[in-house]
């Protein structure tokens, strides 16, 4: 089922949902299962599954053939289909324009609609490690945007190179990015709306912000959004502090600010038990009264962990 239906049947309630990291290859999936179970008894109506990037060296004889070949890490989509089997819950995979062609995406597309896959959220991803500003792939694209066009293309049965006439047409809802603090190479947060409202005008049908700390700064982002005539659902994606390096590490790769009090707290905690804790109880305070406010969904950062997720979701659905 679409995430906007999902919105509409809940008339009002706010559901719960979290996104998760496939394994590192080679790693067992077992430690995924363990950390989903608990969460489960919150009725997630959908769950996101995260796509990461690697970089592979092609070398033949001695030669260098093909420095910047990039790929999607294995699990996004195996993972996707396991978790709709396994838990009978939407699963929706993250799309990235980096590392594929545009053939590439429509292959990988076309099997998310043969695997049931309802929605799919469509994402630039980020640079790599040794490229200082994002680079497309050869034949890729540049934007989120462009991406939502060609899964908005694909749904009214033009693909890239013919139009097939069928009755058995994807029809992905899609999800977008959204950034309450801006996005880190936008000049400024209008700026950076304007391309959110190119996103919906091109067929996105919600939206789910970057992380925060400070729910004012989501409130003024969806008051922004709604001025500039973006009137699809602002999902809010929230994260709990876990570890203190997090208070230097999370602003530094998701530019994101995080406020003096949480600071103060985390600082005094003598050890990571303490400081977990301290995550839970600003997270809950946050969710609280992001539910009050009427947000659709409160969507969590779980990273793979889920006790303190759980945690949160105790005190809060
Ligand atoms: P875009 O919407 O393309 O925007 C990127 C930048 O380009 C912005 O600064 C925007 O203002 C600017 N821009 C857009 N259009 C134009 C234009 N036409 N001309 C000039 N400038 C323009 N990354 C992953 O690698 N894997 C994931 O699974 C993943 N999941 C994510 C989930 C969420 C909810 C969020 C918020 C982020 C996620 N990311 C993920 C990170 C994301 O890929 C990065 O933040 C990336 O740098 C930007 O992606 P985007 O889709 O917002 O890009």
Redesign the pocket.
């Known amino acids: 089922m679409k995430v906007t239906d999902h919105i509409k049947k809940a008339k009002g309630e706010t559901l719960f949902s979290f996104e998760i990291i496939p394994p590192v290859k080679g790693k067992s999936i077992k430690e995924l299962y363990d950390n989903i179970d608990p969460l489960m008894e919150f009725n997630p109506p959908f769950i996101d599954v995260?796509?990461?990037?690697e970089e592979f060296v092609y070398i033949e004889k001695g030669n260098l053939l093909d420095k910047k070949l990039t790929r999607m890490r294995p699990g996004t989509l195996g993972i996707c289909a396991s978790i709709k089997h396994k838990y009978n819950v939407d699963a929706i995979p993250?799309v990235?324009c980096g590392g594929f062609t545009k053939e590439e995406t429509e292959y990988l597309l076309v099997d998310c609609h043969y695997l049931g896959i309802d929605n799919v959220?469509a994402?630039?991803?980020?640079a790599m490690k040794e490229e200082k500003y994002?680079e497309p792939t050869n034949g890729g694209h540049q934007?989120?945007?462009q991406l939502v066009k060609q899964i908005q293309e694909l749904n009214c049965g033009n693909y890239l190179h013919e139009v097939i006439e069928t009755d058995n047409c994807s029809d992905f809802c899609i999800g977008?990015?959204g950034y309450p603090e801006k996005?880190m190479?936008?000049p400024s947060l209008k700026?950076?709306l304007k391309?959110l409202k190119?996103?919906v005008d091109r067929g996105a049908d919600y939206v789910?912000?970057?992380m925060f700390f400070d729910n004012q700064k989501y409130f003024e982002f969806l008051e922004e959004a709604r001025k500039m005539g973006i009137d699809v659902p602002i999902i809010p994606?929230i994260k709990p502090i876990a570890v203190k390096k997090h208070l230097q590490l999370l602003p530094q790769v998701f530019r994101v600010d995080i406020p003096e009090d949480l600071i103060e707290a985390v600082e005094k905690c003598k050890t990571n038990k303490e400081v977990r804790q301290v995550g839970v109880e600003w997270c809950i305070h946050q969710s609280k009264e992001l539910k009050e406010a009427g947000v659709s969904v409160l969507h969590y950062y779980s990273m793979g962990k889920s006790d303190n997720i759980k945690a949160i979701a105790k005190e809060v659905f």
């Open positions: 995260t796509t990461s990037r993250h990235l959220m994402l630039r991803g980020d994002f934007y989120a945007s977008v990015a996005h190479e936008a700026s950076d391309r190119e996103k789910v912000t970057q994606g």
